[in-house]
């Protein structure tokens, strides 16, 4: 018999855990406060901890806003590319402020229009994601009111967040005072809280902008780990750690106790290491564009003959998408202020520089149905053209993608993530 002592286990947050299929965002934490709450499992991703049942509310709301269950978007009128997404503008460009432009990761412009939202009075805040305090390969969600706080938070963090886990927080805090937050998340945050935008007035009048950036996967902290290893140091230690920024593409660069530097480069940290330690949820995103944001930003990496991007350090560019009215006027605005310059973009020509995206949107359906055909949970996508992303594919690749995925779903004792 059910020990009537625990609590009954959420349907939805079942689904979930059966299929590995937790993004790590915190949405169901949100929603379920003193429920939920986003703890640490091996080998160093963000999982939900249910410690009570859940109301009828909580598990419908958990249920139709978790992006590990699903996502949709319509068009709605805007130009809507098979593999990018709906969007208003596109461009490339940088921080005309030269500090921020070498702090970020790819040209500054998202941390300039963080800046430009603030001091512009459009937001009171910013929710983004630093480096923890008490864990130097790890992240943790800040409050940011001013640029010295989005300086410092500059530049990428490929390790677990959670954003929206203190998103109680925020809500009070407009609620008593009227402050009014923009968000910065990986593209399933911004999916999430759109969705709970779209179901809660309270969370959209405190939540005016949603940011995001092109993300290829939410490696584990054991990946961090390896590439200390890979240094020939170990987190005991490692006083900081950066995994990107100050300079294009930027450095891994540990810092030790003794103020000695070790560093490797973005070719050999993400593509040799932590490319390895990406979560089972993010080989089978449909989006990695953050379709649900107002703004998007990316590198617009140059390449080379081949058409293969080009990692040499640079002065940072980055690609900056408007996928909204907001978000277009947003930018607008931030280039009559002068905080960023822009120049014209060929979306064309983004299939040759962003080849991450793109192969793994053109697989996505064969590994989808092959994890349907052993019985596995999926994501459910609508308005994300998962098939006409298929269609681009030659059918030996589609194959190799379906065989590859089966023989890993059936492979014994294999790894959940």
């Known amino acids: 018999m059910p020990d009537a002592s625990l609590p009954a286990q959420s349907a939805a947050l079942h689904r979930v855990a059966q299929g590995s299929l937790c993004a790590g965002c915190g949405a169901c934490a949100a929603l379920a406060p003193g429920k939920v709450a986003m703890t640490t499992v091996a080998p160093g991703f963000l ?3 249910q410690t009570a049942s859940l109301s009828t509310q909580e598990e419908n709301s958990i ?4 992006p590990g269950l699903g996502q949709s978007i319509a068009a709605a009128g805007r130009p809507d590319p098979v593999l990018w997404g709906p969007y208003r503008e596109i461009m490339t460009g940088s921080a005309s402020d030269p500090a921020i432009r070498h702090a970020g990761a790819s040209g500054g412009a998202l941390s300039m229009m963080l800046v430009h939202l603030i001091e512009s009075g459009k937001v009171d805040a910013v929710v983004q994601t630093a480096a923890a ?4 390969i790890g992240n943790a969600t800040v409050l940011s009111r001013d640029s010295d706080a989005i300086i410092r938070a500059a ?3 490929y390790a677990p967040s959670a954003p929206l886990q203190g998103l109680p927080d925020q809500l009070a805090a407009h609620a008593a005072t009227g402050r009014r937050f923009a968000f910065v998340g990986k593209p399933c945050d911004a999916a999430a809280l759109r969705a709970m935008c779209t179901r809660d007035p309270a969370v959209a009048a405190a939540f005016p902008v949603i940011l995001s950036f092109f993300c290829a996967g939410v490696p584990s902290h054991a990946g961090a780990e390896k590439i ?16 990107r920024g100050n300079g294009w593409p930027g450095r891994a660069t540990a810092t030790a106790r003794d103020g000695q530097e070790r560093s490797m480069s973005y070719h050999d940290s993400w593509g040799k290491i932590l490319s390895k330690h990406i979560q089972h949820r993010c080989k089978i995103c449909a989006d990695g564009t953050g379709v649900a944001a107002d703004i998007v930003c990316a590198d617009a990496w140059e390449s080379d003959a081949a058409g293969y991007p080009v990692f040499e350090e640079a002065p940072g560019i980055s690609l900056i998408v408007a996928r909204t009215d907001l978000g277009a006027r947003l930018l607008s605005e931030a280039r009559a202020a002068q905080r960023i310059d822009t120049q014209p973009f060929d979306i064309t020509t983004l299939a040759t520089i962003q080849p991450g995206q793109r192969e793994r949107r053109r697989a996505l359906l064969a590994r989808l ?8 949970p999926i994501p459910r996508y609508e308005g994300l053209q998962i098939l006409a992303a298929a269609r681009q594919n030659p059918m030996a690749r589609n194959l190799k993608n379906f065989l590859g995925t089966l023989r890993r779903r059936l492979r014994p004792q294999r790894a959940k993530d």
Not at 133 to 136: A, F, I, T, W
Not at 369 to 376: D, I, P
């Open 63 to 66: 249920a139709a806003v978790c």
């Open 47 to 49: 999982r939900p901890q």
């Open 228 to 243: 200390l290893e890979a240094m020939g140091t170990d987190l005991a230690d490692t006083a900081a750690f950066r995994f």
């Open 369 to 376: 149905l092959a994890l349907k055909l052993t019985g596995a």
């Open 155 to 157: 530049g990428s963090r």
């Open 133 to 136: 305090p008490d864990l130097v």
